[in-house]
């Protein structure tokens, strides 16, 4: 069979056709999770899996608490398979567990084989209590379709340190992100003892040449022990640049020269308020809409530097789109976080296509528990499906032809083949 023989027997033709062709690749297409809070096995406990991780998950923290009348001493008093109970007895039997966060643990348990009707806790126990993590590992990754995860790596976080020093990550598909909210958020409240406790000559203030240099060579070090994807900041969403501060002379003078050095592209993750409410503890964390003027100028000013990026507000998400078609060194990726649901998923998939074509990163999952890597990327790949359905259609309404290679080409580049160009290009 010729090339264009070949073309013709996959053809689209009709919009059932189409749907066919577009859940087959959106389905089978193994993805790269850009961002993650898993960790490969070696880092031990650090790995969190099972039904009482599942439950007791911050997004579904935060949910309990509207329902619930535990107080927030009372709640973290409790063992984690207390909290697990209560925010099962409240979410999901007391009340019908339609949103999102609780969604994704139905989704997850049904995908998994086990009785969603039988809403019985303590057979989802007996499912992990019976497996083993790198059993687990398979089957998640198997069913969740997912190739290779990013880990978030802290340099400054004792729990990670032994597994780094002993250079062996185990598992190789999960790869590395150097993540640098202490050194960037908190130099001169942490980062910097920090610092000079591993030896480093850096001045609190972070402003001598010397010290720029003992930064960088830190950031170096753990770049050739990590091989890491990218860098990668959390920031507020008043987060400025230019910047006479520590921010801006970390940027300017560590970390972009390096990112440039090593070919690391360095991920900004811009507008989470942290702790807006303390007594919700890692659940309570906010959002807030950035200016993006800030990242405008990054970019332009910083031409051959690479930079990811993901916002966590609505109202920023198609001003980043405008700015995604000036910048070609600006990867937009995923739906972050309170980003993460089906409607703005939706409206955020659409907009990014309608403005940027095929040229993103649609989703990551966030994972931080293993099993969340099937109800995400289940939920996620249904709706780039939809929209695409979408917009392959209105090309065939008016006589363009599509086959099913180009459509599983379209899908591959979405779910990795950007990813790795935007790595590996100049
Ligand atoms: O900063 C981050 O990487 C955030 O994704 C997390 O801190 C956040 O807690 C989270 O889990 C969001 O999904
Ligand atoms: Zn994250």
């Known amino acids: 069979m010729n090339i264009s023989e070949s073309n013709y027997t996959q053809q689209i033709k009709t919009a059932d056709e189409l749907k066919t062709a577009v859940s087959d690749a959106v389905d089978t297409q193994s993805v790269t999770d850009i961002h993650t ?21 911050h997004y579904l923290i935060a949910e309990v608490f509207r329902k619930s009348d535990v107080s927030y001493q009372q709640f973290w008093a409790m063992s984690k398979a207390k909290q697990a109970e209560l925010i099962w007895q409240t979410l999901f ?45 398979d089957v998640v990754f198997e069913c969740a379709k997912v190739s290779k995860v990013v880990m978030t790596n802290d340099p400054f976080d004792s729990a990670e340190a032994p597994v780094w020093e002993s250079g062996d990550t185990g598992d190789t598909r999960f790869e590395a992100a150097l993540r640098m909210d202490v050194l960037i958020n908190t130099y001169e409240e942490i980062g910097y003892e920090h610092l000079r406790g591993l030896g480093y000559d850096v001045d609190p203030s972070l402003s001598t040449k010397k010290t720029y240099k003992e ?18 900041v959390s920031l507020p969403p008043d987060f400025q ?58 970019l332009r000013e910083n031409p051959d530097n690479k ?24 990867m937009i990726f995923g739906c972050w976080w309170f980003m993460n649901n089906p409607s703005v998923i939706e409206e955020i998939t659409r907009e990014r296509i309608e403005l940027l074509g095929l ?26 499906a939809d929209v695409l359905v979408e917009k392959y259609q209105t090309l065939l309404d008016v006589g363009w032809t599509l086959t099913s290679t180009e459509v599983e080409r379209d899908v591959s580049n979405l779910f990795g083949g950007n990813f790795d160009r935007f790595l590996n290009g100049d």
């Open 37 to 57: 809070h898993l960790f490969s096995p070696p880092f031990g406990e650090l790995l969190l899996w099972g039904i009482d991780e599942l439950l007791t998950y």
């Open 241 to 298: 640049y230019p910047d006479e501060g520590v921010l801006g002379r970390l940027f300017d003078n560590c970390i972009l020269p390096i990112s440039r050095e090593f070919n690391v592209p360095f991920a900004l993750m811009i507008g989470v308020k942290r702790a807006v409410n303390p007594q919700l503890q890692m659940a309570g964390d906010g959002s807030g809409k950035a200016d993006l003027t800030s990242l405008e100028t990054l």
């Open 215 to 232: 930064v960088r060579r830190f950031l170096e070090t753990w770049i050739q022990r990590m091989n890491p994807k990218y860098m990668a």
């Open 93 to 137: 039997i007391e009340n019908s567990p339609v949103s999102e966060a609780c969604r994704g643990v139905v989704t997850t348990l049904d995908a998994l084989g086990l009785d969603v009707s039988s809403r019985n806790l303590r057979d989802y126990r007996d499912y992990f209590t019976d497996t083993t993590v790198d059993a687990f590992i």
């Open 359 to 384: 040229s993103v990163i649609p989703q990551h999952s966030d994972a931080r528990i293993l099993d969340q890597l099937v109800y995400k990327w289940k939920h996620s790949r249904q709706i780039i």
């Open 307 to 330: 930079f990811l990026v993901t916002l966590l507000s609505r109202e920023n998400q198609h001003e980043l789109c405008v700015i995604g078609r000036k910048f070609k060194n600006l």
